[in-house]
């Protein structure tokens, strides 16, 4: 079974400053799927970026990139120029080809912009 | 466009009593998936359809819960003699294919409180 383990519970960050939310993973697969969802307050969750694991380049959605390091295991989230509309719980989640595609999520970590 | 609905967004049930949650999928997907989250964790997946079939059901909690998706569009989570541990929240999301490219949008949840 695949585990996702995100470390950091509760994180802020003042408004135009950077942040970076960690997430660690735990496979035998080679090929995978890694991504990082938004739950902001009393909504609905979303995609914000996602990455396979045979692409050696990062994955970047405008403010968001992220930082995969696949020999350790590591796929953190990067925000650049936090907006208030940033806070929200940020799950990292594994998918697996042949597993229906379902998600595997962490525990998540609440980011609380502040201004 | 509408997203993914899902209905009642609340229920309080007594230990005991069975309780129907619904999904309204986006209309053309043909996948749907039902996930939940308890408090402080990230959405664990349960189960999901292709169309009307259900193709992955083992990791339903036990056997007290069932889902069905009679004609490919709406589904429906059954639990049966609900316990107090049943308390979460229940997800939906639905997608156009399975796939790592094919986004699985999530609906607001049906949030179940069993006294």
């Known amino acids: 079974a695949q585990t996702v383990t995100q470390s950091q519970p509760e994180m802020s960050v003042q408004e135009a400053e950077t942040v970076t939310l960690s997430c660690t993973y735990d496979t035998s697969e080679s090929n995978y799927y890694l991504f990082w969802y938004k739950q902001p307050p009393s909504r609905q969750m979303i995609l914000v970026i996602r990455?396979?694991?045979?692409?050696?380049q990062n994955a970047t959605e405008n403010r968001f990139s992220v930082n995969f390091q696949k020999a350790a295991k590591s796929f953190s989230l990067k925000i650049s120029d936090s907006q208030l509309g940033d806070t929200a719980m940020y799950f990292c989640?594994?998918?697996?080809?042949?597993?229906?595609?379902?998600?595997?999520f962490g525990k998540g970590t609440s980011l609380l912009v502040t201004p | 466009d509408t997203g993914v609905s899902q209905d009642p967004r609340h229920k309080i049930t007594k230990r005991g009593q069975n309780v129907t949650f619904r999904c309204d999928p986006i209309s053309e997907h043909n996948r749907l998936y039902w996930y939940r989250q308890t408090l402080g964790q990230g959405p664990e997946f349960l189960t999901y359809?292709?169309?009307?079939?259900?193709?992955?059901k083992s990791r339903l909690l036990s056997d007290r819960f069932s889902a069905e998706r009679p004609k490919g569009s709406f589904s429906t989570l059954e639990i049966q003699r609900t316990e107090q541990g049943d308390s979460a929240m229940y997800l939906c999301?639905?997608?156009f294919g399975g796939g790592p490219y094919n986004e699985q949008f999530f609906g607001p949840g049906t949030r179940l409180t069993v006294l």
């Open positions: 359809f292709q169309n009307e079939a259900q193709l992955e």
């Open positions: 990455q396979e694991a045979y692409k050696q």
């Open positions: 989640a594994f998918m697996k080809p042949n597993s229906g595609y379902a998600l595997n």
């Open positions: 999301a639905s997608s």
